[in-house]
């Protein structure tokens, strides 16, 4: 039987683009990327079951952090390098496709549907650079684009492809249609690096990196508050439940051999945690405790305990805020 491999995020265009393929006779196998700023897998396992395939999970490596550095093709209106992207996101495709002996890779790109990234030089472009020219696929709007020797040689059918092509969604609903594919019901959350207000957050780690920053610093900047203390040192703080989850599990994963790191929970009240990177002294340390105790409502002076992790050691501690300590001076990223 004939294999594709497919890039499936779970929207959707990914969703189209299987099923054509799957009209084609096609086994397809969906490939999920998780990035530190957008994990879309659990609309990709809802999209897998709904077409009835397997789907892989695969996260980003380093490789990934440095194209978001230093995108060489740019970014899009935050600092979504959307091409180097989509590059990277294909060349993990290719990999599985060479890994299970398949025919093609799969997109659900549409040409013209979105301006920074899918205008026919840019798809041209991914061609060329994915290294698997002419087994790309775009079954949407294929019959648009130049016959690829995957059709050339019988292998994908070029009549059963689209034309589809620009923004309007209405033709790609009429298709769903036909297709007899839904919209999943697993919401989406984007991708937060096209977000203008979540830039500020990535340029100042970028700025402010050392040879000791590592890719869970990128991961926690979707969690909480980030405030910068100085060239050196941060504090991030837990705004949700789900925040102080992500912190603390990511403390426990990756600090065991981090003397910069420091991380508190509150013990006697309902608060958030907070996590202290880079100068770990005297000063620093008040500041992230007086700003953990700034945004708790709950805590008493006189009564408050701090649970602190610094490596592998824990202890209890009582904590006394700083007179006329003002969290409102310090602006967050
Ligand atoms: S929006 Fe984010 S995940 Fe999507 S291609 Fe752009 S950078 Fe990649």
Redesign the pocket.
């Known amino acids: 039987m004939k294999k594709a491999i497919a890039l499936l995020?779970g929207g959707f265009d990914s969703l189209l683009a299987v099923r054509i393929m799957q009209k084609q006779g096609f086994e397809v196998i969906g490939l999920n990327?998780i990035?530190p700023?957008?994990d879309t897998s659990a609309a990709a396992q809802e999209a897998a079951e709904m077409l009835g395939i397997e789907c892989r999970y695969v996260k980003t490596d380093d490789s990934y952090l440095e194209l978001?550095r230093h995108p060489r093709y740019g970014y899009?209106k935050g600092v979504?390098?959307?091409?180097?992207?989509?590059l990277?996101?294909i060349r993990r495709a290719k990999e599985l496709m060479e890994e299970l002996d398949a025919d093609i890779v799969v997109t659900g790109e549409v040409i013209g549907q979105r301006p920074m990234?899918q205008q026919r030089h840019h798809l041209e472009m991914l061609d060329y650079h994915s290294g698997i020219q002419g087994r790309l696929i775009r079954p949407i709007c294929g019959k648009l684009l130049p016959p690829t020797e995957a059709e050339l040689t019988g292998i994908v059918d070029r009549e059963q492809l689209y034309a589809l092509s620009g923004r309007a969604r209405t033709p790609l609903h009429q298709l769903g249609t036909e297709l007899g594919i839904e919209k999943i019901k697993t919401s989406m959350a984007?991708?937060?690096?096209?977000e203008i207000s979540f830039a500020p957050r990535v340029r100042d780690l970028i700025r402010h990196e050392t040879d000791q920053t590592e890719a869970w610093e990128y991961e926690i900047l979707r969690f909480g508050r980030h405030i910068r203390l100085d060239r050196e040192t941060k504090v991030v703080l837990g705004r949700r439940e789900s925040d102080c989850d992500f912190l603390s599990a990511k403390f426990r994963e990756c600090c065991a051999e981090r003397a910069d790191v420091m991380y508190w929970e509150p013990e006697s009240y309902m608060g958030p945690s907070v996590m202290l990177i880079g100068r770990i002294d005297g000063e620093t340390m008040r500041f992230a405790q007086d700003m953990q105790v700034g945004y708790s409502k709950n805590a008493v002076p006189g009564n408050i305990q701090l649970h602190r992790y610094h490596k592998t050691e824990e202890w209890i501690e009582a904590f006394e805020p700083t007179e006329g300590f003002d969290i409102k001076k310090f602006k967050t990223l």
Request: hydrophobic share 30%.
């Open positions: 995020s990327v990035t700023f957008c978001v899009g979504n390098p959307c091409l180097d992207c989509h990277y996101m990234s984007g991708c937060v690096l096209t």
